[in-house]
């Protein structure tokens, strides 16, 4: 299973931002899909992720400002991001879990906010 982010960058505070993730490869179907950040100096922590039955969670640091929506036909998630703030500066991570419990990580995209 391969993962592929993309969309992340610099981005001034206030600004908006659009990260993407597409699954490829064998698995099974995909249960959750998600994404983490990880901050310099700090643990991994969990931004978003939504089941296939489009539950959604939100790290309380994000709610009313992120949304993450998934394409199931496309197998892809995205993270709409915004009124970004520095405190989100962070690698950006997707993670999946196939119904069989299979979990996967994409490379990581980098999130730099700062004026």
């Known amino acids: 299973v391969q993962l592929q982010a993309s969309g992340g960058g610099l981005v001034q505070p206030g600004g908006s931002l659009r990260l993407s993730c597409a699954a490829s490869g064998s698995f099974f179907s995909i249960e959750v899909m998600g994404w983490y950040r990880q901050a310099p100096g700090k643990q991994r922590e969990l931004v978003a992720h939504?089941?296939?039955?489009?539950?959604?969670t939100y790290v309380d640091s994000t709610k009313g400002r992120f949304t993450i929506s998934r394409d199931n036909a496309k197998n892809t998630v995205y993270l709409q991001m915004n009124r970004l703030k520095p405190e989100d500066t962070a690698v950006y991570y997707c993670n999946v879990i196939s119904t069989s419990g299979g979990r996967y990580w994409g490379q990581g995209t980098l999130v730099t906010v700062s004026s």
């Open positions: 939504i089941t296939s039955g489009a539950i959604t």
